[in-house]
């Protein structure tokens, strides 16, 4: 099928797909559902889009995909995806709503789970609370073939954590020479805190193909060199004009112009990735660092008091 028609059909087919998640008997679903963490060092990579369209790629492989915006401060999947939720995290953390009545129904095909300021409130959850909403995630488990993780710029504790508790692991990177030196850093930090973690490297941005092979390249290299690790390449994504053509109309722009050099990057990326059929814990994984987030609470505020 030609990429066009694909792209319409996505559009056509949407609601019918969504409806069909939503409704599915639980005893009905496929299995574990593969948890997919997007990363990068620095803010400003195109992290947001890339977890975007990937997660249109995969919706086109006959996938089912939810989208989890945890960018605490910076939350803007919404506005990629042209999308207007009424509610978020936010209203989940504090009882309000369950966490399947929040996802928000898009109209590019994805269903999006809209972050907020939610996260910062798990930490001063009572714990028959803290069990509603760790029963919510649970949910999660199986309803979706993949649910990918957007996570916010940096290395604080909310970020690593989901990062670690993610089955795969995708950190991005651009040529830039800062932006390389903070994925390391990224891929460092996650490796000295589980060393058997499955990371990917996806370089964005590249003005060629000999670009990409040589900034992948030079970070495989020095990641194996001193972490004695070896990361996989997931591929690269070309600058592309169509990228911010799209943005600036905020449509997806594998939709968009599912025929341009970036949108075709990201099919090839997709298939790298289903290629590898490795078995993960799942949304287990997250429900197990949400407990350890609260659980650990006491000795973090102990800490801080006798300011260590």
């Avoid at 073939?145 to 990062?163: H, W």
């Avoid at 194996?224 to 592309?240: A, C, M, N, P, Q």
Wanted: glycine residues 10%; aromatic residues 6%.
């Amino acid at each position: 099928m030609l990429r066009t028609d694909q792209a319409e059909n996505l559009r056509r087919l949407s609601g019918l797909k969504r409806d069909r998640m939503h409704a599915a008997d639980p005893r009905e679903r496929a299995g574990r559902t593969r948890v997919l963490a997007f990363t990068g060092g620095k803010g400003g990579v195109g992290k947001t889009s890339l977890a975007v369209n990937f997660g249109l790629s995969l919706l086109g492989r006959g996938k089912k995909v939810v989208l989890f915006d945890a960018d605490l401060g910076l939350a803007n999947a919404d506005v990629v995806l042209d999308a207007s939720p009424r509610y978020n995290l936010g209203h989940v953390v504090r009882g309000q709503k369950s966490l399947v009545e929040i996802i928000h129904k898009t109209t590019a095909g994805l269903d999006l789970i809209p972050g907020g300021s939610g996260l910062d409130e798990l930490v001063d959850l009572p714990p028959a609370r803290l069990g509603v909403f760790l029963s919510g995630l649970n949910d999660l488990e199986g309803l979706c073939d993949f649910l990918i993780i957007d996570t916010a710029a940096g290395l604080s504790r909310t970020v690593m954590g989901f990062v670690l508790a993610a089955d795969d692991i995708i950190t991005i990177t651009t040529p830039e020479p800062t932006s390389i030196t903070d994925a390391y850093a990224t891929i460092k930090y996650i490796l000295r805190r589980n060393s058997g973690a499955r990371i990917w490297l996806l370089v964005n941005r590249v003005s060629n193909l000999q670009e990409g092979k040589n900034v992948a390249n030079r970070l495989v290299t020095v990641v194996e060199r001193f972490l004695k690790t070896r990361i996989s390449v997931l591929g690269w994504v070309y600058d592309d004009s169509k990228v911010n053509l799209s943005l600036r109309r905020q449509a997806p722009f594998y939709l968009e112009h599912p025929n341009c050099p970036a949108a075709r990057a990201v099919d090839e990326a997709v298939f790298r990735l289903l290629g590898e059929k490795t078995p993960g814990r799942g949304v287990g994984g997250i429900i197990n660092w949400v407990k350890n987030l609260v659980l650990d609470q006491p000795l973090r505020r102990a800490a801080r008091y006798h300011g260590q």
